[in-house]
Nanobody, 123 residues
Framework: QVQLVESGGGLVQAGGSLRLSCAAS????????MAWFRQAPGKGREFVANINWSGSSTYYADSVKGRFTISRDNGKNTVYLQMNSLKPEDTAVYYC????????????????WGQGTQVTVSS
């Protein structure tokens, strides 16, 4: 069992940057594949990025590739999403997710979810 708490959201102008954090409670954080998803108003939940247990492998959605970077610090039980060159279309609630898995794929299902943090990008 793991609990996830996101932070770092806020209001930023287009072209700006934000760093989201997701702190995980519980043991064995380093066995989890960690991911970020987002959901814009009136739209479905969208995959953003994920990272394997060691941080050596990552996947990104095409819409954020080259602008966002996912990373993790297993000593702090935390995963990060650095978001640069933000666009108004990045406005969404961002969710952290976790799945205990030794196998890392771009498309996975996740058993554990955080409550989300709002990111708003103004034009």
């Amino acid at each position: 069992q793991v609990q996830l708490v996101e932070s770092g959201g806020g209001l930023v102008q287009a072209g700006g940057s934000l760093r989201l954090s997701c702190a995980a409670s519980g043991r064995s954080f380093n066995i989890y594949v960690m991911a970020w998803f987002r959901q814009a108003p009136g739209k479905g939940r969208e995959f953003v990025a994920n990272i394997n247990w060691s941080g050596s492998s990552t996947y990104y959605a095409d819409s954020v590739k080259g602008r966002f970077t996912i990373s993790r610090d297993n000593g702090k039980n935390t995963v990060y999403l650095q978001m640069n060159s933000l666009k108004p279309e990045d406005t969404a609630v961002y969710y952290c997710a976790a799945e205990p898995s030794a196998i890392h794929r771009m498309t996975m299902t996740y058993d554990y979810w955080g409550q989300g943090t709002q990111v708003t990008v103004s034009s």
